[in-house]
């Protein structure tokens, strides 16, 4: 089992910056992927952006130049540095992390609301 515990999320302006961040612990893999999704009211869950171990990044379209994700292993730590933030960022903002041998396994956190105001 692995747990992970978000925080950072809030109430920002509209060009303003925020930084998440998710702690995960438990049975943890040396190999493993960790990353951001969010879910805006009335859409579906969409992929933020996502790290491996190895420091490989994948961002969606529309928070690239915006958005950084980055890690520190050590702690088994996931970072999401958000500036810039829109309107249209508004939403639960969820950490994720996949790993696990030899059958990949997902685990989620709890959630945590990212509200953006004009």
């Known amino acids: 089992q692995v747990q992970l515990v978000e925080s950072g999320g809030g109430l920002v302006q509209a060009g303003g910056s925020l930084r998440l961040s998710c702690v995960a612990s438990g049975s943890i893999f040396s190999i493993n992927a960790m990353g951001w999704y969010r879910q805006a009211p009335g859409k579906q869950r969409e992929l933020v952006a996502a790290?491996?171990?190895?420091?490989?990044?994948n961002y969606a379209d529309s928070v690239k130049g915006r958005f950084t994700i980055s890690r520190d292993n050590a702690k088994n730590t996931v970072y999401l540095q958000m500036d810039s933030l829109k309107l249209e960022d508004t939403a639960v903002y969820y950490c994720s992390y996949f790993g696990g041998v030899p059958t990949v396994r997902d685990y989620w956190g709890q959630g945590t609301q990212v509200t953006v105001s004009s």
């Open positions: 790290i491996t171990t190895d420091g490989s990044t």
